[in-house]
């Protein structure tokens, strides 16, 4: 039991970093979609079905990705989505020195040309940080920005039980559900998540415009 009672404490703590965004207020009747991973082959699906839904939501791109794709980059932005940075690379940032941790998430940020929401947002690669990796973070002026409603969508693949994991029973104001680029079942079950967290009366927004509140 020592093991997750660490955890534990790790996450309490690391909920008390000011820079560290892990849930919106609780007051709000708003919750955001953000995805992970893109931009891929599939962004432009992505994109069309939010379009369709006429939600926004924040993708976190991964850096290199991003460099290939500047038309995919400038199309998030112009469907009035947030983008921010998801690493350059997917390494976890708890395997990277200081210096190649910064260099990693300024590569990002040249490809990505500037974040919608001013001082850059960052979310590492599988969530892996630890104090080291959050002190570098913060000391540049990162916003890290975590999850509180993780859809795992990278296991399964059935749209309907997606959407019972993201439905209004389990969710709640200012909750920041997890998903990830480049899925067809992810895609498929966006409709109905979308419609019944409307139906329940929750307002989608982008992670940034969450926290702003
Ligand atoms: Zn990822």
Known sequence: ?????????????????PGLLRRG??????????FDDGPDDMTGQYLDVLDD??????????????????????????RGH???????DHTRFTE????????QCAQTEEALGGQISGRPWVRPP??????ASIV??????????????????????????????CSPGKVSGGD???????????????PRIVSALHGAGYELVTMHDLFAS
Do not use: C
């Open 82 to 88: 947030q983008i921010a940075s998801h690493g350059y």
């Open 1 to 17: 039991m020592a093991p997750s009672l660490r955890a534990r404490i790790k996450q309490v703590m690391f909920d008390r970093v």
């Open 136 to 165: 570098s973070l913060l000391a540049a002026r990162y916003t890290v920005a975590l999850w509180s409603v993780d859809s795992e969508d990278y296991g399964e693949r059935d749209p309907a039980v997606l959407a019972e994991r």
């Open 126 to 131: 599988h969530g892996s940080l630890d104090t």
């Open 25 to 34: 207020p609780a007051a709000s009747k708003r919750v955001a979609l953000t």
């Open 176 to 190: 920041v559900l997890l998903f990830h680029e480049g899925q067809q079942w992810t895609l498929n079950a966006l």
């Open 96 to 103: 990277l020195t200081r210096k190649q941790l910064l260099q």
């Open 53 to 78: 839904l006429g939600v926004p939501a924040t993708f976190f791109l991964l850096g290199e990705a991003a460099k290939n794709r500047p038309d995919d980059v400038r199309d998030y932005l112009r």
